[in-house]
Each structure stands twice: as C-alpha cells, then as structure tokens.
C-alpha cells in the first residue's frame, strides 16, 4: 500500500505539469478503452453488484462520456481560470506589480469508491475523471462489493494512461479498509474524496480534519430528497405522479443517493401506489447494504402511527420495495426513524393538510439534501408554493420540478452537492464539469520574468487557454457602478 | 451574544436574496461612511495598537478600497457563475432536463478580526467585504486588541448599511474568546473565517469540523515567507535587496503574516544588514504579542549555531528588529525553532552553498506558505533556479520574483492563501476577488416554470449578469478535443 502511494505521488509532478490538452487526450483514450472492454467488464460487474445488465451498460457509457466530457474541460483550460493583472503604476493603493493567477493541481488525491456506481462513482468514476483532468493523480480506494471489477477497471485505466504517454501511476488502487485509512492519513494524500454512508463518510471526514496537516475532503453522503406534490399537481396528473414515483424510489433497487425518501401529498387526495406491488424482488448490492437496510426497514414499519401500503419483503440478499404513509404530526415525532435516509428500495408518504403552511414543517423535518422537488399544477404559483420553494431552496443542491432526481444528468450546469449532510463542503459538486474546482488551488506570479512563466500565464499563451486581463488604471473606478 | 447572532441570522433571508447591485451600492454606502470618520477612526486606532498614522490611514483607504472592489464584484454578477444547460432531447446519455445553476450565499459567516490589520482584517475588512458582496450577514468577533475601535467601526457600518436600506443588523459584533467559541459552534452560522496564529486557528478549525454539522472554516494562519536570493542578484544589486530586506522585516514592527522570516544567501557573499541596526524601537499590537516574540526571540537566539547579526531588545511594548545568520546544517538540524513563524520584527539569514542543489533543502525545511519569493540576475535562468522555483511554487500561494513580500495589492490576480500551514483550505484566497467564493454555494434548477426562477436563471435576465449557456446537441461533439 505504502508502495502505491509512492507511485501516485511520485507521478504527480510530470502528470500536474502536462499541458490540459494532452492529458484531455489521455482521458479520451482511457475511455475508449473502456468501452472497447465492455464486454470483459459488464459479467463481473454484474456478479458482484446484482445489477442488471442493461443499467450496467448505461452506467459504463455514462462513465465514458463523463471522461470525455472532463477531456473537454481540460482542453478548454478555462479551469485555469488564469487572471492576468498587469503592473499599474497609477494603482489607487500605490504602484501594482504584474500579478498573474491561475489554478494548479493540489496534488494525490485519493478516491473512496461508492458501492451503487460500480463505473459511475469508482475506479474510473466522476471524482476520478475530474482530478485527473485537473491534473491531479488518483489513489482509488476500492468497494469491497466489487474488487474484481475495480482491478480489471484500474488495469485498463492505467494501460491507457501509459499508451496515451502519461504515468500509468497517475491511477492507482488499493483495498481494505484499513489501507484506506492508513491512506487517508498519509502526508503524500493532498486531498479525498467519497461517496457512500453518513456513517462512514463521518468518519473518514473527521480523520482528514485531524491530521497533523489537514486536507480538503469532498464527502457526498446521502439524503432523503424530499418532495412535494401540490393538489393542484394531483388534480392534473396523479396517475403519472404515482408512476414515476414508483419508479424513481425503486430503480436500482433504491440504491441510490438521490432516491427520493419523503414524498409529501395533500390529505385525502387520491393517490395510487400500486406501482410498488409489481416491482419484486431485486438483489441488493452487497451484504452490508442488506443488513443496513432491514435494520432501517424495521425501525420505520415499527413507528406508531405509520400505515404500511406496500410490506415488500427482505429474503437473502434481495429486497421488495417498502412503502409507508404517515402524517406530518407522526414525522415531526419520530423524525430519527423516518425522515432519514433508508438507503434501499422504501419511501415514505407523509399526508399534509394543504390548507395549512407546509414551509416550516419542512424547515423543522428536513436536513441538507443532494435534491429536493415538487410537482405542481400548470402556471400554479402562491405564497405558499413559494415559501415551500425557499425552505427547499435552502436545503438542497437541485431543485427540480415536475421530475424525479434520480437520473443525474453530467453537463456544465450540474449540481451534486448540498449542505451537510448531503455533502462535507456544501460549496462544491461531485458531478458536472465544476467538480473540476475541488482538486485545484490558486497560485499568483508576481513581476515574473516572461522566460520563467508557466506556460498558461504567458502573453504568448502557448496553451491557447482563455486569459482575463485587469488594465492598469481600471482601479480609479472601482465603486463608481458605472 | 445569542441575540447578536440571532440578529444577523434574521437578516440573512432578505440581504441574502437582494439584487448584488442593491449590495453594491451599500458597500460602497459603507466605504464613503468609513471615509468621512476618518478623523474619528484613527486616534482610538492609534491608542489600541500602536500603531503609526500614517500606516493606519493607508490602511483604512486600503479598506475603502477593498469594499468599492467587492462592491464592483457584486454588481458585476459573474461571481454567480450562471450556467443554463438547455433541455437537450439528444442529449447522449438520454434526454436532458432544462438545468440552471448559479451560487447562492452560504448564510451567515462568523468572522474572527486579526490584531495587526486594524481596518482591513478587522470588522469592514477584506473577510466582511467578501462575504457581504457574496450576501451573506457577517458577525464579527472583534479582536481584543482594538476592542473601542471595533465598536466605533461596526457602528458606522451599521449606520451606512441601514441608510443604503439594507438591514442594519447583516453586520453584528461580538467581543470575548467564549463567546466567539460559541458562536463557531451554533447551528445558525454557516462558515467561519479567521486570520491569526496557527495555534488559535487550528484549534478554532478543530471546533468547526467537530460540529455535528461542520461549516467551512477559512483560517489564515501565517508563514515564514522564505526569500531565496541567487549569486548574481547580489553581484548585481546587493545593497538595494539588503535595504528592501530590512524595510519587509521590519515594516509594522514585523507584524505582518507575509514578513519574509528566511532569507537564503549564498555563503560568502557581501551582504549588509546595517539597515536593522537603525529602525529603534516599535511599539508591539497588544501583550500577548509581546509575550509571544519575546518567547520565539530567546529560542532563535539561544539556538546552537546562530549568529547575531543585529540582537535589537525588547524593552515593555516595544521591540528593535532582531536578525540572525546561520547556515543550512543548522537550519535543518533546528527547524522548529529557526523555520517558523516569529511574528515581529525578526528574521533568519541562512548561507547556502551556491554550488550544491538548494531545492532539496527547501523542501523539507519549508511547509506551506502564503508567499515565497527569489531574488536573481537579470536573465538568469538555470536548472539548479528551476528546481528552486518548482519547490518553492509548490508550497507557496504567491511566488515573487526580485520583490518583497510584504504590500498585499487588492486585485483581481491576488492570490493570499497557501497550503497548510499558511491557511486551512488551499483551494481559497483571503484577498483579492476570489475571496467571494469562500461565501457561495451552487444550486441547481431543473425544469422549473419560468415565473418561478430566481432573477439571475431567467431567460430575460433583468439583473443583467454574465450568463453560460449549452446548447442542445453539443454532447454530440464531447470528447472530439476539436
């Protein structure tokens, strides 16, 4: 282990000094490689998670496109955010030197794999992708629910890599638990990432705050994705409502952080949740996730006062869907039991009554979330909505409306990431080109001899990165508002 | 001290939300104000720390400034970094929702005031500009250095604030280690920044990360700020880098976190330190400071090795500048005491040997640091100088070349920051425009109704800010590196 962070961190230099484009071209060739080993990679991914093929294919591509689309961002090098102030000798404060900004690579960056992605979130997942389009060498720390899969992962990765003339230890890969830790610890890791538990999340958090020298840890740890359904929304579309619900709380079997876990809807209103009854039995992910979620699934069909619409059942490592009702009154009591995530298929209905304000029930019930939503009628618009909006506003990274969150789409305008405890560091994403900002830090040159400038910082600009430039002058006007 | 933060919090919602130019106007409300009690402001200035007029005048017109920038930044909108995805039906991995993102204020921001910046890292500095621009209410833990200016200070602002029709109270103060150490603690406020010693800082990020739910935490936290010059700048200019060395290190008595702390000369090499000898006594901020410098004083002269260039004195609050020679042998022999941070008017020269490698020894002497700097020939340039530059560009937040670290320019290319120990996140500055991004955090909007969107992702844009805009069709294309 010790020997694989030696290898990472002796790659960073050569790899954090390559010009973006070539390492963008790297990323593409790591994911052609990927895709070229489909068929190598899809049967052991589905014999260790239970995942079926068809969502094991759509992830992969997923993962492929993400590399692709960070290869992007790298090339275009406004991640750099090169700022160019030059000298000004009329400066309001005194004479300005020639400063010039721009972000580097912190450096090793270990990677805590998630379980529910095994492409998406692990070996070659988004936190890589965007460390090493940042520049940045990748220790990944594998699942346990999938260690072939991440060795077969991470032998490929690394055979691109060296093909495309990087380091094939600008990726490396370890196992265990307390290697993990063991890693996390050392004073080579610049920073870490992860996504899985509170619990575990918690824990590695509190270990990367506690070194000697601490460093930047980018946990996304779940959440309850609440969501609302407004009566106007019912009258329109329940049917469609229902179904998608349904669909959302159990694909995947509910494996995912997004899952949404507290579906708010009017009293009294109709509502069909059929849709859980024919799902069935899905295998969960692996044992420890079973046995995390009949403790969960018991907690809540043993809270007084909650309605079991669907029982489903847990029977070896496969679970059917669970699907309880209960009202606010019930939720604000027992908000430990059922307004926590259930990390598998189950969800809770809670009946509000829609003459009252929903906000602050909402504001006491609802912790920092990856996603929150609501359905509402067509050009529906009100105080009320609108006090709902900014509570959920306040607590989630995405908010959607007329959707459901699971299904994460990777573009510029992204955001996973939310107050704690969706995430660690609510100022960042796990997903979307900007997750690119978590493994970078700003470095000035000031009166740099033009021959000793790094290549981004040069008026010649070699790299053809886009530049901001501050005129000197330009400070006489500050505070005018022109 | 609960009613001031439940003060700043109630404001958060309505400051928080306002148009950035509605801020921006109060800012620079508060500039003007904070100029026009010029005459008020000073003399406590001067009687709380010891400081010079004029130095204490430059400062406040630096912390005018400072807030006529921010309030620039705020009006400008593109710290909002608006990015509006279009729904795209062809979008690769299956159709994507209409997604729009931008950053909204983190909520209210606890700011712990530094003692040697009176006006501008104190209650209207760069911490409570860069967060108010950013929206969020600021409680400001006054530094007990300057505890009647404090008060005058906050007082203005609040006047200035409520009379550009913003809430008084989006500036509240606090005076008392306890009471700033429960406010980091309470669940109301957001993030915290600080700016002082690293042993009060780490203890204060300890704190905020052990939260049940822990906030960012900005600690700028000091460094030695290691100065290397080469042969031929000495051959070249000697007597002016000796005269511009003492001017740093003893500038505002040494109290300034950039102060360079090291100074790398080659062995043998003329060099005059006369300056020193002539500065005399300078009154030092506050006791605990004295107390401090008097401690880190005896240990470097009391070390084996060290040579007294300039033994100076302390004699009650105030002190003469201290400078000592020694070589590398005994540098990395004696690190703790000779390699960190004195704050005050004391300095190490250490020889080097210009025939063998430096890079070496720099690296495992110096840890982060907020600035680092070479003074060398003109045209010089030699593997044995790059080394030094990489080393030194790796543990530095600012890199000068034939300058003096000591003079902060407030710009869009600053950069004040560093990795650990020189600050607690090296992914953020403390200066500069960057500072805004300490305070904000993303938040996406999918599919929402356009009546409903907040005014910076609305198509009609009516505050006029910078806005990114995908195309549909465009993940066609990604990863062609066109």
């Known amino acids: 282990m010790t020997d694989s962070i030696a290898a990472v961190a002796a790659a960073a230099p050569e790899f954090g000094s390559t010009e973006p484009r070539r390492r963008a071209r790297a990323l593409v060739a790591v994911a052609d490689a990927l895709t070229a080993a489909a068929d190598d990679l899809i049967p052991p ?85 965007s460390a090493l389009a940042a520049g940045c060498p ?81 946990g996304e740890l779940g959440s309850t994705n609440p969501v609302v359904v407004t009566a106007a929304a019912l009258a329109e579309r329940s049917p469609q409502i229902a179904a998608g619900f349904a669909a959302s709380v159990t694909g995947s079997a509910g494996q995912l952080c997004t899952k949404p876990g507290l579906l708010f809807v009017p009293a009294g209103a109709d509502f069909a949740t059929d849709g859980f009854g024919g799902v069935g039995p899905q295998r969960l992910l692996h044992p420890g996730i079973t046995e995390g979620f009949t403790r969960r699934r018991e907690q809540v069909l043993g809270t007084a006062g909650v309605a079991v619409l669907c029982e489903g059942s847990i029977s070896g490592d496969a679970a059917e ?35 009252m304000p929903l906000a602050p029930a909402i504001a006491e019930l609802v912790e920092g979330s ?19 909006l900014g509570v959920l506003g306040d607590r989630a990274g995405r908010l959607l409306f007329n959707g459901w969150p699971t299904g994460v789409a990777v573009t510029p305008a992204m955001q996973h990431g939310g ?28 009166d ?28 006489a006007t500050w505070g005018s508002l022109a």
């Open 321 to 355: 869907p669970t699907l309880v009702e209960t009202d606010l009154a019930t939720l604000l009591g027992h908000r430990d039991t059922l307004a926590d995530e259930a990390f598998g298929p189950l969800s809770v209905i809670v009946r509000y009554d829609p003459a």
């Open 45 to 129: 991914a589905m014999a260790e998670t239970g995942l079926p093929e068809g969502r094991l294919r759509g992830e992969l591509k997923r993962t492929t496109v993400q590399l692709k689309l960070f290869a992007d961002v790298a090339a275009a090098g406004a991640f750099l955010d090169v700022r160019l102030d030059a000298a000004d000798p009329d400066f309001v404060l005194g004479p300005r030197p020639d400063l010039r900004r721009y972000l580097v690579p912190l450096g090793p960056v270990l990677n805590f794999a998630a379980s529910n992605f095994p492409f998406a979130f692990s070996v070659a997942g988004g936190d890589t992708a």
């Open 138 to 218: 990748v220790l990944v720390k594998a699942h346990p629910g999938h260690p072939r899969l991440s060795d077969l992962t991470a032998s490929i990765v690394r055979g691109a890599l060296a093909e495309a003339g990087m380091p094939a230890d600008a990726l490396g890969l370890i196992h265990g638990q307390d290697e993990g830790v063991a890693a996390l610890k050392d004073e080579r890791i610049a920073a870490a990432s992860f996504t899985g538990s509170l619990r575990a999340g918690r824990a590695l958090f509190d270990i990367a705050a506690a070194r000697p020298k601490p460093i930047p840890f980018y």
């Open 419 to 446: 107050p704690w405890p969706a995430t660690t560091n609510p100022t960042t994403t796990s997903v979307g080109t900007a997750a690119i900002g978590r493994f970078l830090r700003p470095v000035t040159y000031q």
């Open 370 to 388: 990856l996603t929150a939503g609501v359905h509402i009628g067509s050009g529906e618009d009100s105080p009320w909505l609108r006090e709902v």
């Open 448 to 475: 740099c001899p033009a021959a000793l400038l790094p290549p981004p910082l040069r008026d010649d600009n070699p790299w053809h990165v886009p530049q901001t430039r501050s005129a000197a002058g330009e400070s």
